[in-house]
């Protein structure tokens, strides 16, 4: 089974603060991405890669930076935090051809910036 | 990308199969349907992916008629533990690494 980690479930930051969150893949998938999830908006697409050191910009990437150093694993990161950035992260991986609608998630950050 | 349009919510009962379907009037020739499942709490699950007639697994089925301008997924003989949001996407064929998550319908099992 394809295992899709996230380093906390539940984080509470201040604004201002920089905050890092870590996901981890097991499945040796070349594609990650990060989506942010919002009560009436659905889960919108912030960052993706395709491979080690590369990623391109999703729907909504204004206030994020990633980083992709090992294929395994794929960090975002809020420069400074802001409250509207209050959310649930999701992350996800996925083969790079055929089955790149079959993404895989993982359970999700809960975070809270106050 | 293509528009989806689904229910906001749907109530079914225990034991009874469910048909829950989407809109995607301008769905373009490459693109192809995906349905994903998810539980409070948790990041969306993968079902099921179709281009066109009939692809059925384990989980579920899914029918698209000729012009595709719709689909349905039809999960059968409901049990309380499928009460979740059911997403529809239509994304881009290969070569685009977008999907494209609408707001999904909720779906209740009622014992």
């Known amino acids: 089974d394809v295992k899709v980690t996230q380093s906390s479930r539940y984080l509470v930051k201040r604004t201002g603060e920089k905050v890092f969150l870590e996901c981890v893949q097991d499945?040796?998938?070349?594609?990650m991405f990060w989506y942010r999830q919002d009560p009436g908006l659905g889960l919108r697409l912030i960052y993706f890669?395709?491979?080690?050191?590369?990623?391109e910009k999703g729907d909504i990437p204004e206030g994020y930076s990633v980083s992709r150093e090992k294929k395994e694993r794929f960090s975002l990161i809020l420069e400074s935090a802001s409250t509207n950035q209050t959310s649930m992260y999701l992350c996800?991986?996925?083969?790079?051809?055929?089955?790149?609608?079959?993404?895989?998630f993982g359970p999700g950050t809960r975070l809270t910036v106050t | 990308l293509a528009k989806t349009t689904q229910p906001i919510s749907m109530d079914s009962y225990e034991g009874q199969e469910v048909n829950i379907t989407c809109s995607h009037n301008?769905?373009?020739?490459?693109?192809?349907i995906t349905w994903y499942q998810q539980f409070p709490s948790q990041g969306p699950r993968f079902i099921i992916q179709?281009?066109?007639t009939k692809v059925t697994n384990e989980v579920a089925s899914l029918f698209i008629p000729a012009d595709r301008k719709s689909s349905t997924l039809s999960l059968p003989r409901v049990s309380l533990s499928d009460t979740a949001v059911y997403y529809c996407?239509?994304?881009?064929?290969?070569?685009?690494?977008?999907?494209?998550f609408g707001k999904g319908t909720k779906l209740s099992v009622i014992p």
């Open positions: 179709g281009y066109k």
């Open positions: 499945m040796d998938h070349e594609n």
């Open positions: 890669s395709y491979d080690v050191k590369m990623k």
């Open positions: 301008n769905i373009a020739t490459n693109d192809y």
């Open positions: 996407l239509v994304s881009p064929g290969a070569g685009s690494y977008q999907l494209t």
């Open positions: 996800a991986s996925s083969l790079p051809t055929g089955s790149v609608y079959e993404q895989y």
